[in-house]
């Protein structure tokens, strides 16, 4: 019975011989087994700064040994560490691009849901005193509409926050979110929630004051509609001010405009905008709509602003016995104000109507201003206009300036025939004032044409010098591959010339040793 010793000698020099026989072989498969170490390391170099942890190039050494240089074996973890980390970026921009829809949309809804708010709180206010009772079913439930339309506002408000967080931290390579909650932005959530949670809520109770309202109806048979305790009129005004705080939520027209935007949509603005370090917020967005279309984006801000404040004009005179209350008077003064007019036929009486009428007249300056702007750049010359009419105020000038001059030759002539024949002393001066006239008008027309060349030498008309710089450039360039040429013939020359010499110098050498065989 064999020893186990022997048994394991003849088992290692079984496999000895076994090795001996594909020696050829491995020595290939260990090429290039370490050739693939080589490319490992250099992989792994270069994913050392985006991977978690360090690669071990002895352990994928110590494998090839292990395995025999099998180059199947050692492409599997290559691929399988790298494939993430090709695709995260492609999962990234994919993930960017969803968020991005989805704060569109969410964007969208709210302010569809503000505006629907707004509305019923309108057609609540308008309609209460007239068709229904206050207190009354249908009262409740455009109340409770209200409301509801609220509670989804701030639903929204909540969601696309939630968005614009998850994108933020997709855009600095996955952060922890508690980064992204920075003081700003807590600040202008809840600053949003609270802008949007206002609006008017209570029990509605018939009041028993005779108002104005915007309808046709008498101003004694028209109740307000609003939350109002008896005997608490503290409660009208609340719910008169949170009926027009209403109109905060308007600020989300300025984000969906954002959003919305084929600036902020166009890959080419984006691009281009990153180079150049512009930031596409709401004002970027608003000088290229005044830029493409000046007067219909004024025009529709203008009347946006005339109705809003039209109405909050009537909303703060309803308690009162002025025709403020009604909307035609209420239009007609916002008019005015706006434009800085103010013929003083009407007047607002509340404190409210007046802080109304107050910001009116600030955003009428600054809607003024905007629009002397616009009417100026439309009436101003382009750059060919300008040309052509400078060119010909020259021409015209020109012409006024040799006729001056004739006339400044003509009255000398004159002057000096007169003093030749020494006749009436009036005829003389009259020939010296005309010419002092003459030579006036001359200087005053040079100085004229001084001052408008003067003006059309500062308008620089950049195209044309860079047209003519690129010109001279270009003229400069085969200025100077002619000049090369010339060089290079001239060295092909001189190279022929020194080979000719040393032919002619090798034929005399020739030559002379054929004559004179002594010389050798």
Known sequence: MPSPAREESKGESGQSEDGAAP??????????????????????????LQSDSKVDCVNYDGVINRNGGDSAEISVPLTQRTAPMEGENLYRLRDRKFLLEDKKRLCAMALATAVLGILLMIIHAETCPLIYKPGSNIALILNCSISLSTGCLLVLIIAFHYKDIRLFIIDHNQVDWRIAMTSHRVLVITLELLVCVIHPVGTYWEVGLHVNSSASM???????????????????????????????????VHRTILLHSKVLLSASYRSIGSLNNINFTFRFVLKVLMNKYPGRTLLVFILCFWLTASWMLTLCERKTTQPTGHMDTALWLIAITFLTVGYGDVSPCTTCGKAVCLFTGVMGVACTAMLVAVVTKTLALNKGEKHVHFFMLDIQISKRIRHAAANVLRECWL??????????????????????????????????????????SEMVDLPKMQMIMCDLSANWNNSYRELEQRILSMEQKLDELSRCFQQTSELLSHVLRHRNPEIR
């Not at 090429?31 to 992989?43: D, Q």
């Open 23 to 48: 020696a050829e072989s491995g020595d290939a498969q260990g090429e290039t087994g370490r050739r693939l170490v080589c490319a490992l390391e250099m992989e792994m170099t270069n994913y050392s």
């Open 415 to 456: 002057l000096h025939r007169a003093n030749l024949t020494k006749g009436n002393g009036g005829e003389h001066r009259r020939h010296q004032r005309c010419l002092l006239e003459a030579i006036r008008v001359f200087r005053h027309l040079r100085l004229k044409q001084r001052k408008l060349r003067d003006y059309v």
């Open 218 to 252: 008498p101003a004694s048979s028209v109740q307000p509609c609003v939350s109002y305790h008896r005997g608490e009129a503290v409660m009208v005004d609340i719910e008169l001010l949170l009926s027009m705080l209403m109109f905060l939520r308007l600020y989300l």
